[in-house]
Every structure is written in structure tokens, then in C-alpha cells.
């Protein structure tokens, strides 16, 4: 069965580093999406993809993220000066459409920032 | 926004044991998700269910769109089906809002 990959499961980064965390969504999905979960916290929204542009970002994602899909099958989150409240877990999720359809989580990118 | 309650938040049984974990939604959704969290902190896609009853194994859910409330069922627990277990909720228009989670513990 076809999953969401996402790479590295670990990255541990000093305090004003820039970070990427990379995804491989599901070949034939259209939409994809990043979550991110603070230790001990509910998941969050961050941001979603969709013909190589942002479709709608929450108040979480400001200046400091910016996503691409880079090639026919990455998608990536950049975080540009890594601050310590960063430190959370990280998901892509990747959806054939929009709205109703099901949307496939990969692991997850545990950052560290210390 | 759509608010998302799950009860109950923490959950401890013995091995063998049957369990219901409820999710409350605020408003109409279109989208409904049932995950499953491991010690890893990894998330594990449970069931797709806007509406309707599914099942997978050991595990069922239903989804009453019109009361705006969920269920999933864990029959027969096993020390695996620990971690926390999450809803998501998407209403018409956004994206999705994640429940607090309910934490099981399964002892052995």
C-alpha cells in the first residue's frame, strides 16, 4: 500500500539554524500538507499545498516557514532561523483533492532545537 | 472554528478489555479521521469516517454526522493499542482540527 514518507525521523539543530524536513507524498496525490505537534499537545495545521502554491496557512505559519515541492515527488518545510519553541513533531500528509477526500500522515520529523 | 472534544482524556485497562473513545464536534463536517499515536510518536491513519460504521480487525467506528459525534471501538486491548488516540475534523472550507486526544494505557 502506497504511504507517506517523510525524512529524517530525528534532526537535532542549534537555535538559529535553518532546518529542512522533507516529505514524499503519495505519487498520485495533489494536495499536500503540514502538521506539527508540540510535545504533549494536540496536532496543528501549518499550511497546504496545492499546483505549487500555498492554498491557506494557519497563524502558526509566519515568515520564519516556507514550503516547495522542489521536484515531481518532494515537498519540503523550511525553517529558516530555528528557535527553540520550534522543537515539535513534524507531519506531512498528502490527499488525491481537497475537502472531503482522506488524508494519508506520514511518520513524522521529531526536531530538536537546542 | 470547529471545536473537537474527546473523552474520556485518559483511559487504563487490562488486557482484554473493551473500550468506547467519543469525539464531539462542534459544527458540520465533511471529513472525519480517527488516528492512532504509538509511543514513537508516530501517526497511524485508523479510519476514514464522515459518516457511517466501519471496521478493521479488533477496532470499529461510527460516525453519527447529524448528532455531530464519533466513536471508536477497541475490542479485546491489547498492550499495543497503547498511546492516544485522535479525531480530526475538517467543516466546510478549512482544514483540519485535531481533538485533544484520548490517552490508553493496556496493562498486562
Known amino acids: 500500500e502506497p504511504e507517506v514518507t517523510q525524512t529524517p525521523s530525528h534532526q537535532v539543530t542549534q537555535m538559529g539554524q535553518e532546518v529542512i524536513l522533507r516529505c514524499v507524498p503519495i505519487?498520485?496525490?495533489?494536495?499536500f500538507y503540514w502538521y506539527r505537534q508540540i510535545l504533549g499537545q494536540k496536532v496543528e495545521f501549518l499550511v497546504s499545498f496545492y499546483n505549487n502554491e500555498i492554498s491557506e496557512k494557519s497563524e502558526i505559519f509566519d515568515d520564519q516557514f516556507s514550503v516547495e515541492r522542489p521536484d515531481g515527488s518532494n515537498f519540503t518545510l523550511k525553517i529558516r532561523s530555528t528557535k527553540l519553541e520550534d522543537s515539535a513533531m513534524y507531519f506531512c500528509?498528502?490527499?488525491?483533492?481537497?475537502?472531503?477526500?482522506?488524508?494519508?500522515f506520514g511518520p513524522g520529523t521529531r526536531l530538536t532545537v537546542t | 472554528g470547529i471545536q473537537v472534544e474527546q473523552s474520556p482524556p485518559d483511559l487504563i485497562l487490562q488486557e482484554g478489555a473493551n473500550s468506547t473513545l467519543r469525539c464531539n464536534f462542534s459544527d458540520s463536517v465533511n471529513n472525519l479521521q480517527w488516528f492512532h499515536q504509538n509511543p514513537w510518536g508516530q501517526l497511524i491513519n485508523l479510519f476514514y469516517i464522515p459518516s457511517g460504521t466501519k471496521q478493521n480487525g479488533r477496532l470499529s467506528a461510527t460516525t453519527v454526522a447529524t448528532e455531530r459525534y464519533s466513536l471508536l471501538y477497541i475490542s479485546s486491548s491489547q498492550t499495543t493499542d497503547s498511546g492516544v488516540y485522535f479525531c480530526a475534523v475538517r467543516d466546510y472550507g478549512q482544514n483540519f482540527v485535531f481533538g485533544p486526544g484520548t490517552r490508553l494505557s493496556v496493562l498486562p
Open positions: 500528509a498528502s490527499s488525491v483533492g481537497h475537502g472531503v477526500y482522506e488524508q494519508y
Open positions: 505519487s498520485n496525490h495533489l494536495y
